[in-house]
């Protein structure tokens, strides 16, 4: 017998006792209801409430309901009115009609008309809501180029990535390997006013200092042994495009000083050349590193790092937003079926649940592996148990993908379970003491989950 | 309608309908004027007060009402003027017109413990404006605006 959300309906009337009679009426039927004796005290009452609908009085003293309408319209385009009159002229219900009034009503009402007039209204607003909802929950679910997700915090970054597309300003994204950061560059090159230049990629990991030199910058012919012709470098090649510099934490500090300078600049010589080329490119960074920590060993130059770090996003690591596993697989599904020819319509169940407990330490790019090789192996047009073949089973033996650190944080999770987390009895068990084995839990943000039994 | 209430109900001695209820140009009068007047005859020990009158009610802005409530407060009436089969020329019918009655009653009545209309066709708290909707409505509170009355009378239903 509740009504999900009350209706507002402002009564604006001059008349003491059609505000008294028709304010209780209303009420009786559940709308929440506030009367005004003028125009004036309308348009103070508005911006204080999300008003559902007015029934405003044609004739008062002052500002009469139509050029109330008026003003009402001017900030709320949308605000239903309903004029009342105690006089019937077809010109005035025609007039008010025309301005724009969802309904014309004489005085005294019949209540049935009144009461179907305002369910007619609150239908329509539970639709108009109702739309709003839905747009939104699709909306959630959100593509930004090729990539997908209902994380909210995805959806920020989509949100974002658009927003910054239509500037030039540096872009520096983190995150771990996998969690699709090249994919994000290429989509902020694909929706900024760049898409129809060049979006060039250098690896910075791959390559030596030289190397790496030579293929960003460029080099003469005969600046080195070797160097035959003349080599123009990815910073030329991207010309009025965009520059993608993957593993920008891998770079040497003397490459690192190198692209400071040209960054500021926003000009560079080849190797071994003395003509100064301008840059025209958006330079997008990335990296799996934690730069806080590589500044604070002296690894990379901070002024380098502020200088990159103007639009900054992280992308968080698939573990941490679970809900689009599913998600990425379907899309997955939908890719390679287009790739290979298959006609895979789903999957099962229990392999989805599967996918959904594994931590996935490379992240998307690793479930798109997965994907791609059950989508081979699919011998029906279910992907099922049987076609999922993870490279580490959750029990944490394999450490192929692993850091010291997540070793530790693995084994020190087993430790405590096996001893139901008895504290004292993991610290022996672990080698270390209490408290610092209640940092670690701390630092690891291990919590007690209903201690499972042992696989 | 005790047994919906859940409480005892007595009837009092009739007074006349208050002359300055009357409004003249239409002939009807002016419910709001006839329940504050009620109000000065609220025995002790009642809990709430209904009237009852063959008088059309009305009030200034609606052109006619079954009946008036204070909801959450003490008296409620109800009009027969309306109920009636012959005011739309038919047949008089006895039964069908104390059915209506004590629907309305219970409706009136309802909205004096706070209740508003229910969206709930077999409720008698379901908006009616004509004898059709008061027709088709139910005869009785449902579970939600039963438990508000019973929370309200201090007693609740058993079984």
Known sequence: ?455 | MGDCLMATVQTMPSIPVPPESFEARRNQYYSTKILKEMLGDVPQDALKLLGVTDEDLCIPILTYVFGEAQVGGTAAIVSLARLRQEHYGLTPDRPLLLERLRKESLHELGHTFGLIHCPLRECVMYLSNTVVDVDTRGGDFCRGCRTVVASKTGTERRG
């Open chain 1, 1 to 455: 017998m509740t009504m999900e959300k009350k209706v507002n309906i402002m009564v604006v009337d001059d008349e003491e006792i059609v505000r008294a009679s028709l304010t209780s009426w209303l009420e009786e039927d559940g709308y929440r209801v506030e009367a005004v004796e003028s125009g004036r005290k309308a348009l103070e009452l508005l911006p204080q409430r999300n008003w559902d609908l007015m029934l405003v009085d044609l004739k008062m003293p002052g500002m009469d309901g139509i050029q109330l309408m008026d003003e009402v319209h001017k900030t709320a385009p949308e605000m239903l009115v309903i004029i009342m009159t105690a006089y019937a002229t077809v010109d005035t219900a025609v007039k008010a009609m025309k301005k724009g009034a969802y309904d014309y009503f004489v005085k005294p009402f019949n209540p049935d008309d009144i009461s179907l007039t305002i369910r007619k209204i609150v239908d329509h607003h539970k639709l108009v809501r109702e739309n709003l909802f839905l747009r939104k929950e699709l909306r959630k679910q959100y593509k930004l180029r090729d990539m997908i997700s209902k994380n909210e915090k995805m959806l920020e970054i989509f949100e974002l990535a658009r927003t910054v597309a239509k500037s030039s300003s540096t872009v520096l994204i983190q995150g771990e390997s996998g969690t699709g950061k090249e994919l994000l560059a290429r989509a902020i090159h694909d929706e900024s006013p760049r898409m129809d230049a060049p979006f060039i990629t250098v690896s910075c990991a791959s390559l030596t200092e030289s190397l790496l030199e030579s293929e960003l910058f460029g080099h003469e012919k005969g600046a080195f042994t070797g160097a035959t012709v003349l080599h123009r470098g990815k910073l030329e090649l991207a010309k009025d495009g965009t520059l993608f510099l993957d593993e920008i934490g891998d770079i040497s500090l003397k490459l690192q000083m190198d692209l400071l300078r040209v960054l500021e600049e926003r000009e560079f010589r080849r190797v071994g050349g003395s003509e100064l080329i301008p840059i025209n490119s958006r330079i997008i960074a990335a990296t799996n590193r934690d730069l806080a920590a590589a500044i604070e060993e002296e690894r990379f130059r901070a002024d380098l790092y502020y200088r990159l770090n103007v639009i900054s996003i992280h992308i968080p690591p698939l573990r941490e937003r679970r809900e689009d596993i599913p998600l990425l697989v379907d899309h997955f599904i939908e890719k390679f079926n287009i790739e290979m020819g298959k006609e895979i319509r789903g999957i099962s169940e229990g392999a989805v649940r599967i996918l959904m407990s594994n931590d996935w330490p490379g992240n998307a790019r690793e479930l798109r592996n997965v994907i791609e090789r059950a989508v081979v192996v699919a011998k029906g047009n279910i992907v099922t148990e049987a076609d999922i073949s993870l490279p580490s089973v959750p029990s944490g033996a394999d450490h192929r993908t692993k850091s010291l650190e997540e070793i530790e944080k693995a084994h020190i999770r087993v430790v405590l379970n096996e001893n139901q987390w008895n504290i004292v009895r993991s610290a022996h068990a672990l080698g270390i003491d209490r408290v610092t084995l209640y940092n670690k839990i701390k630092k690891f943000g291990l919590k007690k989950e209903g201690v499972a039994p042992k696989e």
